[in-house]
Nanobody
């Protein structure tokens, strides 16, 4: 089992940047596929980015491709999401998720979730 804690959210103007972190507990972090998801008010939780355990396989939602970068540091048990050129439509609660499976963008495939961190982008 793994516990996840997100940090780094906040309020930023459109065009700005934020870096989210997801700190994981447990000795087996390096064996988990990790993902970022987000949920805006009144909307379903949606996929943002995913990275496999080696960092060699990465996928992004089309809406964030070219602006967001996912990465992980297995030595620090931490995953990151660098968000650049933020837009008001990026406003949401951002969640990190983990599970042991092949890289997937499907929300229901992840058993472990953090509590979320709020990202608000003002226009």
């Amino acid at each position: 089992q793994v516990q996840l804690v997100e940090s780094g959210g906040g309020l930023v103007q459109a065009g700005g940047s934020l870096r989210l972190s997801c700190a994981a507990s447990g000795r087996t972090f390096s064996t988990y596929t990790m993902g970022w998801f987000r949920q805006a008010p009144g909307k379903e939780r949606e996929f943002v980015a995913v990275i496999n355990w080696t960092g060699g396989r990465i996928y992004y939602a089309d809406s964030v491709k070219g602006r967001f970068t996912i990465s992980r540091d297995n030595a620090k048990n931490t995953m990151y999401l660098q968000m650049n050129s933020l837009k008001p439509e990026d406003t949401a609660v951002y969640y990190c998720a983990a599970d042991r499976h092949t890289t997937t963008t499907v929300t229901s495939a992840y058993r472990y979730w953090g509590q979320g961190t709020q990202v608000t982008v003002s226009s």
